[in-house]
């Protein structure tokens, strides 16, 4: 069996050819999961779809979201990526969470919800200060409605206080952020693994 | 002079006739604003309007905006009114707090955003846990760009941990939601007034 | 190879012969446990012990941290209880989170910390509203500092909206808490289980 | 009448000759309220007290909390300055957080927390990320118990992602510190010069 990964960008610009720094901490990951053997399949641009706003898996016309859900559900690793916003993560991050409320109810006769046994990670950017508060949030509302944390999930950048860099624009990609994307992709891809093999039993 | 008061209904249902339990707690804090003569003017139910995604303070074709920032500019107290999923603000939420980041760069020759001299309050709802960390998902951002929060700036309700109950089908207001609304509005109403005769200097 | 779970009680209370909350929230995950063939051997009343401020292993003289510290890491299940006080965990949970930041630089060859293949779930109690706010500080925090969070790993319990009812009190545990808390130890049972068997590689 | 400024450091280093950051944030807050006539009068080492853990104004033998607290509302504004550690609050700063919830129950007729009309701020540093986080905890707690927040109440300082220089060790105040703590100052100190001529009514 082998271990797939999504990723989807939850940047406010809807545009798909505008750069975007999360899309750039994408493919830093995407590099390291590469050396773990897993492919990133897609990114998602989340701003250039209708994700209506409700919790349930259907919001009716024009609804993006039940594609989207597939989509995130035919694979084993979620890379929830996105830019800080005020210090928190953004409306349309919050949208995505927003819509997997549904799962709660969506239960097999194990009690067990669609996201059982796959594996979130949390790829943050902005430039400054917000990083913790966004995976705080992203870490504990994925984990209500199913999904598993691997050991250091969150793999982030962020600039010196009040700063106006973008991770997009630096040169090179920081060192540490390097060292942990690695240690995010080799922890997901082993734990999206053992739970493809041995399922939660609900 | 006097000191008037603007409520958003930043609840998912997009149809202004649909029962929200965050109206029906606007409602509980229309009295008690009456009672220290602050009009609620009006109710913006804000996901029947078009808020783009972004962070200027027009994002062009169809946005909604410029018009309702106009409308919260235009009063000295916001009622931020919403319900709670996955323990947390929702997206529509976010999307005002995301659009008010422009705020940041609209200062006058004092350094002073137009949010300055402006009180903000929450009105939180939710059928169960997640009030605390909705209002410091609220004061944290709203502070950073500008607004004043009064003394005992939340008025919340939740049920149980899990429960299913909505504050809109309540038969009664519970006494302590009753009692807390009483001092949100004294406290706004106060400061606001102070802030409208003596504004911030910058 | 047998899977062993520690809980540590977070009460501001420091006689262990207080009734606290979370020792009632504690005897319902311990059951739910055993019932998944894990032992519970022992819960910690940390307000008991002598938890120095600081962020090395060590605080010398009479710090209780390297004790607590080798018993915590001789388990491979960590249930983190404790009270919601302000809407947030306590300042004794906090001190142990302080404490873990140390697992940062005592990683192995293979860049491992001492916590890496262990599981940890939260179990939060509170009067009134705060769990979710509180689950997402520990999630963060723990996650960071290299424990696997499995799906659904918050068991908690608080009242209605400013109420004032403990969790030890009630007649019966609801429902709800007894089916949560069985899916918490279910989940973490199997996936420390599998990191036991097969652990992250670094 | 003169409004008076404290400042606690809730720093984790208990001898107050040992240097620390949010020393260092202080001195800039202080000059700052100087220039607005503010005497920050004392800066208190909570490390260096005995501030026992609890939720009364007084636990009893040894307990250091309540000639803090007596020193606390002697103050017009308060500067809560502590470090940043796991991406949130330290320890010290959620055991005087606790304390203060005493404030619930300390009403007077017309229902006012002793904390009523004065002011809160935050002063917050740390080598990385965190203090977006750092600050909703505090706003949120604080006001929960009655202090208020003047327009801008932030303070701040940590450096890039994943950093280990100290705010102590910078050669210079960064431009937008010192720029942001005269917007700290100039707003605390209006406010409360206003709540302090005209006092929340209840």
């Given amino acids: 069996m082998t271990v797939k990964a999504l990723a989807i960008n939850c940047t406010l610009k809807a545009k798909p050819d505008e750069a975007s720094s999360s899309d750039a901490m994408i493919a830093v ?8 053997r897993v492919a990133v399949t897609e990114t998602v641009r989340v701003a250039a779809l209708n994700i209506l706003p409700g ?3 259907d919001e009716g016309d024009g609804d993006d979201w039940p594609t989207l859900r597939e989509k995130i559900l035919a694979h084993d690793i979620l890379i929830f990526a996105g830019p800080i916003w005020m210090g ?3 409306s349309i991050a ?9 799962f709660l109810d969506e239960t097999d006769e194990a009690g067990r919800m669609p996201s059982y046994g796959k594996v979130a990670v949390a790829a943050i950017v902005g430039n400054e200060d917000g990083a913790h508060f966004s995976s705080a949030q ?3 509302a994925l984990n209500d409605v199913g999904w598993t944390i691997p050991a ?8 010196e206080a009040m ?13 540490m952020v390097a060292k942990t994307a690695k240690m995010v992709a080799s922890n997901a891809a082993h734990l999206a693994g053992l739970l493809q093999s041995s399922p939660y039993e609900g």
């Fill in 152 to 159: 250091v999930a969150a793999c982030y950048w962020v600039g």
């Fill in 94 to 102: 919050k949208r995505v969470l927003e819509r997997m409320d549904a």
């Fill in 88 to 90: 928190q993560i953004g």
């Fill in 138 to 140: 992203l870490f504990q």
């Fill in 163 to 175: 700063g106006s860099t973008d991770f997009k624009d630096l040169k090179d990609t920081p060192e």
């Fill in 55 to 57: 919790v349930s898996s």
């Fill in 29 to 36: 990951l995407k590099q390291a999961f590469a050396e773990k």
